[in-house]
């Protein structure tokens, strides 16, 4: 079985040696030295922009920390003790889409250095549909499950009961094209190429694929079998799912949308459905989330921007209305906030501080805390969870919520009743208390509806939640059955071997 696993490797590359001498006038030799480097072992980044941090010693005087990336350099934020020999040190790294490399460079006075080489991931190697799922291995594409609409993009539909084809475990996705992230919501799917194109394909409804044109006098609501390139994108580097919208990143920060519209959820001024990307006014973004009829930008500065639906205080203004939001609105924080996440119609923001702040629907207790009825059925602003103030990652689809914490476990809470949460319990969990089942060392879950993918620091792939159509990937697995301990999924090696005689299906929108 191949494994999903990203090397993080931390090589010291130490120019100079130690010198033992009492002569005060021998010259220093001697290299700095560096420790407690994060991101270390969770290199699979929910933002754009990484933030790195460490300590930094020496027995002389410290004169710098640098981080190089892609052949360019730039100066790390030092703070030094009174005596110069020790400190700390923080950055903000600009990720592209995929997988990156950079060194942290650590120099004395005298000019001797320490290297630390590492990598870093920024986008989804694992994601979950309504009933579908992938996941990216070395490279190639996965998936399997539900495909009542040709959401797998194996040029067909296929169903589980008349179709010995219908991919129950995972199958390579057949495409001259390398994928470096993929976003899988509903019935349709998009992924991200190292290239910086979009492609789509799936159920089509709404112009939610995104494959038409504004010229065109009929909007194109088409189905699609295979991948095909969402016209006019080549400098992409995230791309993200509603239940009937997409987002996509852009290199300069820009956003664009497309597909459904009636709540205001592309957020360019007006209702309408556009089967084409357009381009939202915000600037400076580094993350994107969507919703069912929501969507959420987070920019540089830490400040959080919400338009779409408000059904449910979904864009934490301390009210509710059926209005159309079709432009940007800053979503009052108070603190910067590092990542977002968000479910049907609930949110999760994660604060520098490693706090989360929920809002939004609540009957699930996806945000917390009602089934004791201390918190309402809709939390309308913001509020500060009281569980944690060490998580690093917040992850949300349909009613349900997951944090990961500082131990790499996974905790969480909402809607259970299918196993959806991957603990013991049955009913629905107003507090994140007890972690997934033999799940420790998360790198990253995809989110699906009623079921997830986790990916583990060892390269292991598991799923767990409701198994309908093949969704969890194991081809002995009951369908229609709830599944609360996570199920390893194996990847077939002989999927790569085979595809080579495949034909790539891939085209041109």
Same mark, same amino acid.
């Given at each position: 079985m191949q494994r999903l696993f990203l090397p993080v490797?931390?090589?010291?590359?130490?120019?100079?040696?130690g010198a033992d001498s009492d002569n005060s006038n021998a010259p220093d030799i001697t290299a700095p030295q560096l420790s407690g480097q994060f991101p270390v072992d969770s290199a699979i980044s929910q933002s754009r922009l990484l933030t790195l941090t460490g300590i930094v010693s020496d027995d002389n005087k410290l004169s710098s920390v640098e981080i190089v990336s892609d052949g360019q350099s730039f100066p790390a934020d030092l703070q030094l003790d009174a005596d110069g020999r020790s400190g700390q040190f923080s950055a903000a790294l600009r990720l592209s889409g995929g997988l990156n490399t950079y060194q942290i460079v650590v120099s004395d006075a005298a000019g001797n250095q320490t290297r630390a080489s590492h990598q870093a991931y920024f986008g989804k190697r694992v994601t979950a549909g309504g009933a579908h799922s992938g996941a990216i291995v070395e490279g190639k594409t996965y998936v399997w499950g539900r495909n009542n609409k040709g959401q797998l993009g194996l040029g067909m539909t296929s169903k589980q009961a008349s179709d010995e084809s219908h991919p129950l475990t995972p199958v390579l996705l057949p495409t001259s094209k390398t994928f470096v992230s993929l976003a899988f919501n509903q019935n349709a799917s998009l992924a991200l190429a190292a290239d910086g194109t979009v492609w789509s394909w799936g159920d089509g409804a709404n112009g939610q694929l995104g494959l038409g044109s504004a010229a065109a006098e009929a909007a194109d609501t088409s189905t699609r079998l295979t991948p095909v390139q969402v016209p006019g994108i080549t400098d992409a580097v995230s791309v993200v799912r509603g239940y009937g919208h997409s987002l996509v990143l852009h290199n300069d920060g820009t956003v664009s949308a497309f597909g459904s519209n009636n709540l205001g959820q592309l957020g360019d001024g007006s209702a309408l459905n556009r089967d084409y990307p357009v381009r939202l006014t915000l600037t400076d973004i580094v993350q994107v989330a969507a919703s069912s009829g929501s969507s959420y930008a987070l920019d540089e500065q830490g400040v959080l921007w919400g338009w779409g639906a408000n059904d449910y205080a979904n864009l934490g203004l301390a009210s509710e209305d059926t209005e159309v939001h079709s432009t940007p609105v800053q979503i009052p924080l108070p603190q910067a906030i590092t990542a977002v996440a968000a479910g049907r119609d609930h949110v999760?923001?994660?604060?520098?501080?490693?706090?989360?702040?929920?809002?939004?629907?609540?009957?699930?207790?996806?945000?917390?805390?009602?089934?004791?009825?201390?918190?309402p059925e809709v939390v309308t602003s913001p509020q500060l $969870?009281?569980?944690?103030s +060490?998580? !690093?990652a917040v992850w949300a689809n349909a009613n349900q919520s997951f944090v990961k914490r500082a131990d790499g476990k996974v905790y969480p809470w909402g809607q259970n009743m299918l196993g959806t949460l991957g603990i013991?319990?049955?009913?629905?969990?107003?507090?994140?208390l007890s972690p997934i089942l033999q799940f420790d060392n998360a790198l990253d879950l995809g989110n699906g509806a009623l079921h997830t $993918?986790?990916?583990?620091? +060892?390269? !292991?792939?598991f799923s767990w939640g409701w198994s309908f159509e093949g969704s969890l990937g194991g081809s002995d697995l009951i369908n229609l059955w709830g599944y609360r301990v996570p199920v390893l999924v194996s990847i077939p090696e002989a999927a790569a071997e085979a595809a080579t005689s495949a034909a790539m299906v891939t085209s041109a929108p």
């Open positions: 490797l931390p090589v010291l590359f130490l120019l100079g040696c999760l923001a994660l604060g520098k501080s490693g706090q989360v702040y929920a809002w939004g629907l609540n009957f699930s207790s996806q945000v917390g805390l009602f089934v004791s009825e201390q918190w $969870l009281p569980w944690f +060490d998580v !690093q013991e319990q049955d009913d629905d969990v107003e507090a994140p $993918l986790g990916l583990r620091g +060892d390269g !292991q792939l």
